[in-house]
T-cell receptor, first 115, second 115 residues
C-alpha cells in the first residue's frame, strides 16, 4: 500500500527566508506526486505535480519540488517566503493501479510566517 | 465561477440524526470524491465515483452512503450520525483525460459537528 510521511507538523520561517517542506513516500512503482496548499477555512489547491520527466517541477506561487527516487522524497521549496504563504501544505501520492483513483495524502505541515 | 460547490458549509447534528451533504461541479469532470479531514490525520477517502453511474468505497466508508445523481452531482449521506463523524468533509473532482489529469479540484468544505 502507498503512504506519505510529512515529518514536520509545524514550521516557522521569517518572511523573505527560504523554505523547504519535507515529504517522503512509499510506493512500489513510479509514483504520481502532488503538493497541495490549504488556506484557513478553504479547500485544497494544487501547487504542483510530478508524473515523469524532469525531476524538478515548477508550480504556482513560486513553489518548486524535486523528485528524488533514491531517497523516496518529493520536497517542496520556495526561495523567499511571503506572509501570504502561511497555510497548511499537503503532500500526496497517487497510484497507477485501480484506474488512477487512489490518492493518499500526508498529514500536512502547517507553515507560520513571521515578519 | 467554475469549480466545486458544497452545501451546507456548517452543520450541527444530534447523534442518530441523518443528513445529506451535497456536492456539484461544473467542470464536466468524470470523477468525484468525498474526503474527511481530521486533525493530524490528513485527508482520508470515504467514497469515490470514477464515472457517472459508478461508486466505490474508499479508506473509511463505514457509516456513509453516496449517490452519483448525474455527472455534476455527488452526494454523501450519513444515515445515523455519530460523534466520531465530526469532521470537515471535502468534495473533489477531476478529469480523467490523463492519469490524474490536472489533479483534484476541491470544494471549500462542510464542517460537521455531531453532538
Amino acid at each position: 500500500a502507498q503512504s506519505v510521511t510529512q515529518p514536520d507538523i509545524h514550521i516557522t520561517v521569517s518572511e523573505g527566508a527560504s523554505l523547504e517542506l519535507r515529504c517522503n513516500y512509499s510506493y512500489g512503482a513510479t509514483p504520481y506526486l502532488f503538493w497541495y496548499v490549504q488556506s484557513p477555512g478553504q479547500g485544497l489547491q494544487l501547487l504542483l505535480k510530478y508524473f515523469s520527466g524532469d525531476t524538478l517541477v515548477q508550480g504556482i506561487k513560486g513553489f518548486e519540488a524535486e523528485f528524488k527516487r533514491s531517497q523516496s522524497s518529493f520536497n517542496l521549496r520556495k526561495p523567499s517566503v511571503h506572509w501570504s504563504d502561511a497555510a497548511e501544505y499537503f503532500c500526496a501520492v497517487g497510484s497507477s493501479s485501480g484506474g488512477y483513483q487512489k490518492v493518499t495524502f500526508g498529514t500536512g505541515t502547517k507553515l507560520q510566517v513571521i515578519p | 465561477n467554475a469549480g466545486v460547490t458544497q452545501t451546507p458549509k456548517f452543520q450541527v447534528l444530534k447523534t442518530g440524526q441523518s443528513m445529506t451533504l451535497q456536492c456539484a461541479q461544473d467542470m464536466n469532470h468524470n470523477s468525484m470524491y468525498w474526503y474527511r479531514q481530521d486533525p493530524g490525520m490528513g485527508l482520508r477517502l470515504i467514497y469515490y465515483s470514477a464515472s457517472e453511474g459508478t461508486t466505490d468505497k474508499g479508506e473509511v466508508p463505514n457509516g456513509y452512503n453516496v449517490s452519483r445523481l448525474n455527472k455534476r452531482e455527488f452526494s454523501l449521506r450519513l444515515e445515523s450520525a455519530a460523534p466520531s463523524q465530526t469532521s470537515v468533509y471535502f468534495c473533489a473532482s477531476r478529469t480523467t483525460g490523463a492519469p490524474y489529469g490536472y489533479g483534484y479540484t476541491f470544494g471549500s468544505g462542510t464542517r460537521l459537528t455531531v453532538v
